[in-house]
């Protein structure tokens, strides 16, 4: 599989283009906007793009899911429902943050941990990872090692939690239970900024590498 992440919108959050080689098909996680962008990507990739997969509900993750999913005729995968409050006021997060005409939407297929979600060849495990928002998911590619988590977990950081429903004790808990027992070796894609391992992450991250919470249970 391979990845090719496309920084969007003012947040330069990182949209990831997933293309499954043997096929020539793709899936867009978390087309937060510059459509025109990622189009343009796809179209030089020759990649035919197959789906969209969200993380979770916030703006710049999904803000240019309704009108992309329209434009290419393809369903929207994620996140789970209890994000479905943060999708519905993207026409008045839109006007909020100055971008253009947002619409919302309802997902093709809300998630659960434990799904599957398919593209081409290729598959990803769906895990719940609530904290940061309450529906958020984690898409991890096993045979590739890699873990597309939004805003769960960052190099050296975590995910906010003083969003409406955000909760900081749940998302620790999402990341040591739902995301340590993948593998040290694992590379993750987080919604901003570079990637890096989960074996990085538990040796040096001050919030939730492994002395810290030591030192904190």
Do not use: Y
């Not at 253009?100 to 309802?106: C, E, R, S, V």
Request: proline share 7%; glycine share 12%; charged share 20%.
């Amino acid at each position: 599989m391979k990845v090719t992440l496309i920084p969007v919108t003012p947040f330069e959050q990182n949209c990831s283009l997933i293309v499954c080689e043997a096929t020539g098909r793709g899936a867009f996680v978390d087309p937060g906007g510059d459509l025109d962008v990622l189009l343009a990507e796809a179209e030089r990739q020759q990649v035919d793009i197959e789906k969209i997969f969200l993380t979770h509900g916030h703006i710049d993750h999904c803000g240019g899911t309704a009108e992309l999913a329209a434009r290419l005729g393809v369903p929207v995968e994620g996140p789970q429902r209890e994000d479905a409050f943060w999708i519905d006021q993207l026409p008045a997060q839109g006007r909020m943050f100055g971008f253009p005409q947002l619409a919302a939407f309802t997902p093709d297929r809300w998630l659960e941990g434990g799904d599957v979600v398919r593209f081409g060849e290729q598959e990803l495990e769906v895990r719940f990872c609530p904290g940061h928002t309450p529906g958020h998911v984690v898409f991890f590619h096993r045979a590739a090692r890699i873990a597309f988590v939004g805003d769960v977990l960052f190099q050296g950081s975590i995910g906010r939690t003083d969003f409406p429903r955000g909760h900081h004790a749940t998302l620790i808990e999402s990341i040591t239970t739902q995301l340590w027992p993948l593998g040290d070796d694992v590379t993750f894609v987080p919604g901003h900024g570079p990637v890096s391992t989960f074996g990085e992450e538990r040796r040096s991250n001050p919030h939730v590498g492994d002395r810290v919470l030591a030192r904190t249970n």
